[in-house]
C-alpha cells in the first residue's frame, strides 16, 4: 500500500467536526481514489477492526475516541456523464465539497439543486440521511450512486429505487447502517428550468426580483441569504445545523394540539399525517436563545444547538454534555406537547 494513505494512529478529529467536540480516531484513513480504498478494505492487516465513515463531521455528535478505521473519502471529481434532451447526467466524488457542486452545477446551466445551497458536507454524506431544504431534497436529483462494503471492499451500484429514501432517511442510514462508504453521485439535472418556490419567505423574495434575476442562480442567491440570516455559521459558533428532526404526528393527535395551541405549525403530510416545526416547538417550550453553561440553543433558529465554548476556543465540552443538554430539551418539549423530538445528528462511536 502507498505509504501516504497509510492510516494515522490516534487522529485528532477536534476540527473534523463543526460542534468542534474534540475527540480522535483509533485510525484515520482519507482515501483518494477507490483503488487505495478498496485495497485498505481488503488488507489483511486492517481486517479485524471495526470501520467507521465520516465525511465533513457538519451532522456529528463525537462521544469519545472512535474504535478502529475511520475513513473519510476524499474521492474528487465531477463531470457530465451524458445529456438527454432537456436534461443532464453528472457524476461527482464523495469527496466533493457539497455547495461546489451546486455552484458547479449552475455555473453550466444544469439546474435543479439551487434549494439546497450552503448545506454544509460532502457529496458522499448526502445520500446518507437524504439532505432536504426549501421544499427540495436529493432524492428528487439523485440517479444512482456507488458505494462500497465496508466489511470486504466490494463495490456495488444503487439505482435511486434501491436507496429506500424517505424524510431525512435512507437504507445507508437504517436497514443497513454502518455498511457501505458511498464513493460517487449521479445527478439527474435540468437545462430547463423548474423552480421549485414552494416556501413561502422563497417565493416573496424571488418575485420581488428584477425579472432578469429570475433564474436558478437568482434562486440561490436568495437561499444563501436567507440561510445565512438565519442558521449560525459553524466557523464563528459552533454547531451541527438542525439538532432534531420535524416530527411527523397524527392527525388525531394534530387536532387535539391545535385546539390548545392555535398558532401551531404544521404541515399536512400525503399520507393523513402532519409535520410538525420541531423550531417552534422548542421555542414555544423556552429554549430559543437560552444558554445554559456553554450550551444553547440559537438565538435566530431554536432547533441548533450551539457550542459557545468551542466558540471561544475551548474544546471542553463533550460529545456526553451535548447528548445531555439535548435530553433536557427533548424532555421539556414532551413535557409539554407530548411529542418526542428524535435527534438529526450521528452520534459516534
Ligand atoms: C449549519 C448547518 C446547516 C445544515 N443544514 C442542513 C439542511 O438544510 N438540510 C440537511 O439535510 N442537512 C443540513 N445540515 C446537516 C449536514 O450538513 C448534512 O447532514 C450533510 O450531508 C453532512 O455531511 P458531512 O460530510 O458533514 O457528513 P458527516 O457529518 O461527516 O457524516 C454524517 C453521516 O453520514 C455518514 N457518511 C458520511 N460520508 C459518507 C459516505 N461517503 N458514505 C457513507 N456514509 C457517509 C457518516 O457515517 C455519518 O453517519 C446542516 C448542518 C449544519 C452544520
Not at 385546539?259 to 404541515?267: C, E, G, S
Not at 417550550?285 to 441548533?304: E, F, I, S
Amino acid at each position: 500500500m502507498n505509504l501516504e494513505h497509510t492510516p494515522q494512529p490516534h487522529a485528532d478529529l477536534t476540527s473534523r467536526n463543526t460542534l468542534g467536540l474534540p475527540a480522535r480516531a483509533e485510525w484515520l484513513s482519507l482515501p483518494e481514489d477507490d483503488r487505495t480504498l478498496i485495497a485498505l478494505l481488503q488488507d489483511t492487516r486492517w481486517r479485524s477492526l471495526p470501520r467507521t465513515v465520516i465525511g465533513e463531521g457538519s451532522n456529528l455528535v463525537l462521544t469519545a475516541e472512535i474504535p478502529g478505521l475511520v475513513l473519510c473519502p476524499q474521492i474528487l471529481g465531477r463531470r457530465l456523464l451524458a445529456e438527454e434532451g432537456d436534461q443532464v447526467l453528472v457524476e461527482v466524488g464523495a469527496g466533493e465539497h457539497w455547495d461546489d457542486v451546486v455552484a458547479w452545477s449552475l455555473s453550466h446551466g444544469w439546474q435543479g439543486l439551487e434549494n439546497l445551497s450552503l448545506i454544509p458536507g460532502a457529496c458522499g454524506a448526502a445520500p446518507f440521511q437524504n439532505i432536504g431544504a426549501y421544499g427540495v431534497e436529493l432524492c428528487d436529483l439523485l440517479d444512482s450512486l456507488d458505494a462500497v462494503a465496508l466489511d470486504d471492499g466490494r463495490a456495488r451500484t444503487f439505482r435511486h429505487d434501491e436507496c429506500g429514501f424517505a424524510y431525512r432517511d435512507s437504507r445507508f442510514k437504517s436497514a443497513e447502517r454502518g455498511q457501505w462508504l458511498i464513493t460517487r453521485l449521479r445527478l439527474r439535472l435540468n437545462r430547463v428550468p423548474q423552480l421549485q418556490l414552494g416556501y413561502a419567505d422563497l417565493a416573496a423574495r424571488f418575485a420581488a426580483l428584477p425579472e432578469a434575476q429570475q433564474t436558478p442562480a437568482g434562486v440561490r442567491e436568495l437561499v444563501c441569504q436567507i440561510r445565512r440570516s438565519k442558521l449560525p455559521d459553524p466557523a464563528e459558533l459552533p454547531n451541527a445545523g438542525s439538532f432534531f428532526k420535524n416530527p411527523v404526528i397524527s392527525s388525531v393527535q394534530h387536532n387535539a394540539l391545535q385546539q390548545r395551541f392555535p398558532d401551531l405549525v404544521a404541515f399536512p403530510q400525503a399520507d393523513g399525517k402532519v409535520k410538525l416545526a420541531a423550531g417552534w416547538l422548542i421555542e414555544r417550550a423556552g429554549w430559543k436563545g437560552r444558554r445554559d453553561g456553554d450550551l444553547g440553543m440559537h438565538a435566530q433558529q431554536a432547533l441548533v444547538l450551539v457550542n459557545h465554548a468551542a466558540a471561544e476556543g475551548r474544546h471542553t465540552v463533550t460529545g456526553a454534555d451535548v447528548l445531555a443538554f439535548a435530553a433536557r430539551v427533548r424532555d421539556s418539549v414532551h413535557a409539554q406537547f407530548g411529542v418526542t423530538l428524535e435527534q438529526e445528528p450521528v452520534i459516534l462511536p
